[in-house]
């Protein structure tokens, strides 16, 4: 659900939040009931219902007003009311917009709260800028009036913020409840449908069964540019712990997705399993871009992903098959002797194992990746076969990396 982009609205305060949580469910259960009976009935249950909750949740608003934007004010020329003697005289007139970056779900801005402060202002939202701003006049030029008007507005203009929020996570509690309820009552319905067609003898032809996956979507996950404590060094945008942790996420997901369908993996290279993975990732973010065979540094990284708006590496990954401990060692060291800057902090190193022995190589990771000469320390198992470490740059013994290590079996 989406509206124009710098539509003025009135904010939180164009849509009651009772009919808008009626809208999505009927959303919801509208998009079941059009997929269809063979879909309903063939697709993977798990992955589908994922899909609507991911599709449906709502990205709770935080606007960084730590870090507002005042533009360069219009003049124009108004007539104004002499209140000392009477009549009115043309006067310079300031219009000044004051703009704030935010993150979460930019409809939010229109929702009306549950409870509910007597309060609202006019507001342009940016959903492709990630911006929300607000004007006002000033009739003279008066630091402190200035500085008056800005905050009544930004009080009157956010005040509900925090309670459309509490609301929205409500709905994202209730989300996947409400998800199961629709599909399995959509579900039972064509299942009950196919048992009264085989009572009276209605054939349903075998051949138009499908095997269907749950769509892909679009995640509106925007990573927040954090700048260096000491500026001399850096003032590039990195990645947000978050965003690290979902994109280790998807990648673990489709590596051993691919695991359960070996007509996916079946006699690739590495490129074209990294490709497999690539693509689930470049239509996950919006404002992030997804490459592979991307120049950094001295060589081509086999994925990277960069900040749109200047083109920094948030996140850089490379794929290696397996062929012993010698090699793994190897491949960390050129992932951050060949292709890691100072900027580079958040990394990870895919492994495709085929040997039989699966659990003696995860053995063998996790011991002898303790004796590599950039390595600090571990912090932990996320997931079965992914694991997290802290490493240095060979370069700068100061400057930490997270580097995570997931092992996939593609057994011939």
């Not at 509208?30 to 709502?58: A, S």
């Not at 219009?95 to 409809?107: K, N, Q, W």
């Not at 470049?282 to 991307?294: D, N, P």
Request: proline share 3%; net charge neutral.
């Amino acid at each position: 659900m989406s509206y124009r982009r710098t539509r003025p609205i009135k904010s939180f305060y164009e849509i009651d939040g009772d009919d808008f949580v009626h809208q999505l469910s009927e959303s919801i259960k509208n998009e079941i009931e059009g997929k269809g009976k063979e879909y309903i009935l063939g697709v993977d249950e798990e992955e589908f219902k994922n899909y609507l909750i991911d599709k449906y949740t709502l990205g709770p608003l935080a606007v960084d007003f730590a870090n507002e934007k005042v533009g360069k004010p219009l003049v124009s020329k108004e007539w104004v009311k002499n209140t000392m003697y009477g009549g009115k005289y043309q006067a310079d007139v300031y219009t000044f917009t004051i703009t704030y970056r935010f993150t979460g779900s930019p409809i939010l801005f229109r929702v009306k709260p549950k409870t509910y402060t007597m309060t609202t202002a006019n507001i342009n939202v940016d959903e492709e800028k990630n911006t929300v701003s607000f004007n006002f006049k000033l009739y003279e030029q008066d630091p402190n009036e200035f500085n008056r008007e800005k905050n009544r507005l930004c009080s009157q203009a956010f005040t509900n913020m925090d309670k459309t929020n509490s609301d929205a996570l409500d709905w994202n509690n209730r989300l996947p409840r409400t998800v199961n309820t629709y599909f399995q009552s959509q579900k039972d319905k064509y299942k009950k449908e196919n048992d009264f067609f085989a009572a009276i003898n209605v054939k349903v032809d075998k051949n138009t069964t499908s095997i269907f996956t749950a769509p892909t979507i679009k995640k509106k996950i925007i990573p927040q540019p954090t700048i260096s404590k000491d500026k001399k060094f850096s003032s590039m945008p990195t990645m947000s712990k978050a965003m690290y942790d979902d994109t280790l996420k998807v990648i673990y997901d489709s590596g051993k997705s691919m695991e359960r369908k070996p007509s996916l993996y079946k006699d690739k290279d590495e490129e074209g399993l990294r490709d497999q993975i690539l693509f689930v990732l470049e239509t996950r973010y919006e404002g992030i871009t997804a490459t592979g065979e991307t120049f950094n540094r001295s060589g081509k990284a086999d994925i990277i992903l960069k900040y749109a708006e200047d083109g920094s590496n948030l996140f850089v990954a490379e794929c290696k098959f397996w062929h012993g401990c010698a090699e793994f060692l190897k491949g960390i060291s050129q992932l951050f002797e060949r292709y890691l800057t100072w900027h580079d902090s958040k990394v990870a190193l895919l492994i495709f194992v085929t040997n039989k022995n699966f659990t003696n190589v995860i053995k063998t990771i996790k011991t002898e990746i303790k004796s590599h000469p950039y390595f600090i320390e571990e912090k932990g198992q996320r997931r079965e076969t992914s694991f997290s470490y802290i490493f240095r740059l060979p370069q700068d013994e100061e400057k930490i990396v997270f580097l995570e290590i997931l092992a996939f079996h593609y057994d011939k």
